[in-house]
């Protein structure tokens, strides 16, 4: 999918219609710059404007969100959209923002105004998408003003959460059937009753069959009607390198292949030090990961997506809205806990079709590290009874005592707390009530899967400004210093809206407009908020933890089969499968993830590191057998080719074995030139029929 120059883009505005997918090429065109739709996009945009329900599995990065955009623009109203990903849903808002489209999002963190504003402003604005996390929809604030949007479509991302046959089932996802029906009887006040049923686009990157079924049910779909495309990445080498000293490989391969590259490595204090060492061998590296501010986020960000540097080692907060086409090389230090992110990280290398490796680095340690997961990921619910707590067997990082401690933490009764939001710092609570934070974290998940709490470990909110004041009533302000008024000047002068609704603010822009610095700005901002002039919140990554229901009493928690016992089974099974992965060395890589994805209709992909091997063991003739056959299904359209795309075929990798091949082809082609099966004209060479 190519982009297209701003004046290209606009070409097309004027011409005469020719149906509806003219229509939705030229929104993709003037809204992203894209001249076509690639995958299964258009089929599902079809089915979408056509009224259907429509389920669409697409791996990552194969175009997603198009899926749901495109129809949006060509429809009347709002679009619904549903998803558990705080981080993905502000990369779309802005990027929506940023193509002229009125969008917004909900998800913790904001204030109940910033909430009602938003929602007030989807009711009477002319807005196009509104995001909100799942747990939303249960709200009585949200459930009143949804029925007064009028809502063309409703989108639910990562759709397999509601699936109780499935690792990620979040109960939250149940509401959205009912949230359907509400919309099917909207209220009096609704200005477009809607003449026809509004449909649901479902999408996921990963379902098995009985999955997909459960969705469509769940999601009570009129008719079954499911799109999916292929997972295979032809330009992409999969490879597993053994090794015991991972640093070196790093550092080898990292020199022989020059490209940009993505090293992903589990812990946040091993990606400063990865980054650290390769700096010493100079290969130009930085690092990220979620704690880091989010300033420092966005400038190595920056960095490295304009190649000022080449290597960015990061943990898997890397990468979401990320989309750089000349990813080179994705190496993993550590296995990941599934295929499913495995695919996903390693498939942010080669998006611009070129040959691209993504390399798993592995060794027999890794799979007791693999499977001491499951333990960290499932803290035990609750110590056996009868128990004593100096018991020296006492499960102390147990599930009941975690959230008893969360409520002395921030001192909340038992029976009240509901709606209550409250920073979380992890390390203190962990030093205070002697917890591992891993663990801490992993129940702090499951308590949120079980429907007791939110918890959003990595907010990064901006900051957010919003006038109380009317203009003309901030004219009659006299007294305010001078300062005050330039800030107030510079949020003018570079923002709009503010007198309607919360925007997001650069505190570091507005300093430079106003001419002072940041930390000025941020304490007149303070004062203007304290003066009631502007609401100001400023920006924050702190951990959040809003109760979802009153606070009981920790042994009454009931987790259920499907929040804890079949997920651990399912995580149980994914981490086998990775395992399995790294240490099958007889089926192409390629080939065992797209069956890991349920596809079964492979072939070897000819570059990972199983198929290479397969050919440097054969014995020369048959290696010579297979060459040839390569060459004459290169050349069965019967069209005259130039003699390099032989050498490209015989392109194995980016090292040694590519002699090896160019050996071979010559060899081949001496044969068939010999047994006058090709002729040869110039520089070209075609089959004789
Ligand atoms: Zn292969």
Not at 135 to 152: A, G, P, Y
Request: contains cysteine; proline residues 4%; aromatic residues 10%.
């Amino acid at each position: 999918m190519a982009k297209l120059s701003k004046s290209e883009c606009d070409t097309g505005k004027d011409s005469p219609p020719l149906g509806r997918g003219w229509e939705w090429t030229t929104i993709l065109n003037r809204y992203w710059g894209y001249t076509d739709f690639r995958g299964i996009q258009r089929e599902i945009i079809e089915s979408v404007c056509s009224g259907k329900d429509t389920l669409g599995l697409m791996p990552t990065g194969g175009g997603k969100s198009i899926t749901f955009q495109v129809p949006t623009m060509a429809m009347q109203g709002l679009c619904l959209v549903i998803t558990p990903l705080i981080a993905l849903m502000k990369d779309q808002v802005y990027a929506l923002r940023r193509n002229g489209i009125v969008a917004y999002a909900i998800y913790s963190g904001m204030s109940r105004d910033e909430i009602v504003a938003t929602l007030e402003n989807c009711i009477f604005g002319d807005a196009k998408f509104l995001y909100v996390s799942p747990e939303r929809l249960s709200t009585e604030i949200f459930q009143n003003k949804v029925r007064k949007m009028n809502i063309c479509l409703i989108t639910v991302d990562e759709a397999h959460c509601i699936s109780q046959w499935g690792y990620d089932f979040r109960p939250a996802y149940l509401q959205i059937a009912k949230i359907r029906e509400l919309l099917a009887h909207p209220s009096p006040l609704y200005h477009h009753p809607p003449t026809q049923p509004i449909p649901v686009l479902a999408l996921t990157a990963t379902a098995t069959p009985e999955v997909i079924d459960d969705i469509q049910e769940q999601l009570h779909f009129r008719e079954k009607n499911v799109f999916r495309m292929s997972f295979a990445r032809d330009n992409l080498a999969y490879r597993v390198h053994y090794t015991d000293d991972k640093e070196k490989e790093l550092i080898s391969l990292l020199s022989r292949n020059k490209g940009c590259a993505i090293v992903y490595t589990r812990s946040r204090a091993r990606t400063k030090e990865i980054a650290e060492i390769l700096n010493k061998h100079g290969i130009p590296s930085t690092f990220y990961h979620a704690g880091l501010q989010p300033a420092v986020k966005d400038e190595r960000q920056e960095m490295w997506q304009h190649d000022k540097v080449r290597v960015m080692v990061a943990t898997n907060a890397f990468g979401m809205g990320i989309d750089k086409p000349d990813v080179r090389l994705v190496v993993h230090t550590d296995c990941p806990s599934s295929l499913e992110a495995y695919f996903q990280e390693a498939g942010r290398a080669g998006r611009d079709g070129r040959r691209s490796w993504a390399i798993l680095l592995y060794n027999n340690n890794d799979n007791a590290r693999l499977k001491s997961r499951i333990d960290d990921t499932f803290p035990p619910i609750a110590p056996p009874k009868d128990m004593e707590r100096d018991d020296p067997d006492y499960p102390k990082d147990n599930i009941r005592d975690i959230y008893d401690h969360l409520a002395y933490f921030f001192q909340i009764g038992v029976n009240s707390g509901e709606g209550c939001t409250r920073e979380f710092n992890i390390d203190k609570f962990c030093t205070y009530f002697h917890h591992f934070p891993t663990r801490v974290h992993a129940a702090l998940a499951i308590l949120q899967k079980a429907g007791y709490i939110e918890y959003e470990s990595d907010p990064d909110t901006k900051a957010r400004v919003k006038f109380l004041l009317q203009r003309h009533e901030l004219y009659q302000l006299h007294q305010l210093p001078a300062d005050y008024e330039k800030v107030i000047t510079a949020l003018l002068r570079c923002y709009g809206a503010l007198f309607v609704e919360y925007v997001y603010i650069d505190e570091a822009f507005v300093a430079k407009q106003a001419d002072m610095d940041q930390h000025t700005v941020y304490t007149i901002l303070k004062e203007l908020s304290r003066r009631a002039i502007i609401d100001f919140i400023p920006r924050k990554n702190t951990p959040l933890i809003t109760y979802s229901q009153d606070r009981i009493d920790g042994c009454d928690l009931i987790i259920t089969k499907e929040v804890y016992d079949r997920r651990k089974e399912e995580f149980a099974r994914r981490i086998q499968a990775v395992i399995d992965y790294a240490s099958n060395n007889t089926i192409c890589r390629s080939r065992q993830l797209l069956r890991y994805f349920g596809e079964t209709d492979t072939k070897d992909c000819t570059h990972c590191d199983v198929c290479i091997n397969y050919q440097k063991n054969l014995t020369p003739e048959h290696g010579l057998e297979q060459t040839i056959k390569k060459i004459t299904d290169l050349l069965s359209d019967g069209k005259k080719h130039p003699i390099y795309e032989l050498h490209n075929l015989g392109k194995l990798s980016d090292n040694e074995d590519d002699n090896v091949a160019c050996d071979l082809i010559d060899k081949a082609l001496k044969h068939m030139q010999n047994e006058e099966i090709v002729y040869m004209d110039g520089s070209f060479i075609y089959l004789n029929r």
